[in-house]
């Protein structure tokens, strides 16, 4: 349920799942700064193309503006390496036929790093995260 007495990219914080065995755990720690751990089966990822780094406690950060909209952003590699993870806050995703909380993900990449379009199904494919209903801030 969208909460209206925070704000809204705190909407984002919680403990996220999606499939497969996918759980994504977003953390405020400042204004529009956040932090996000990526397991999968319980595990973090190792990201090959950071030295296998963990995807655990990556930063990211929420902007707006009036022209290009909001964004959540996790960095996936150091920044200046543009390698990231999108995503977007629904209120009321439909899914099994009745709206739920969900984090919808998209990735981007320069262009000119296009080896690392063989990581993107390692860190769980572009689908979707529901909030964990038995884990609710």
């Given at each position: 349920?969208?909460?209206?007495d925070i704000p809204w990219e705190d909407n984002y914080?919680?403990?996220w799942i999606g499939e497969p065995s996918r759980v994504l755990t977003i953390t405020k720690?400042?204004?529009r700064r956040y932090l996000v751990s990526l397991t999968v089966n319980g595990s973090p990822v190792k990201r090959p193309w950071?030295?296998?780094?963990?995807?655990?406690?990556m930063p990211a950060e929420y902007t707006f503006d009036a022209f290009d909209g909001a964004d959540f952003v996790v960095a996936l590699w150091p920044?200046?390496?543009?390698?990231?993870?999108?995503?977007?806050?629904?209120s009321d995703f439909v899914l099994e036929s009745r709206p739920r909380?969900?984090?919808?993900?998209?990735l981007s990449r320069d262009e000119?790093?296009?080896?690392?379009?063989q990581y993107y199904d390692m860190l769980g494919g572009?689908?979707?995260?529901?909030r964990d209903a038995d884990n609710e801030e």
């Open positions: 349920m969208t909460r209206f914080v919680g403990r720690v400042g204004a950071m030295d296998d780094e963990p995807t655990i406690d920044p200046g390496r543009r390698f990231s993870l999108h995503l977007s806050y629904e909380e969900a984090l919808t993900v998209a000119r790093l296009s080896f690392l379009d572009l689908d979707h995260f529901v």
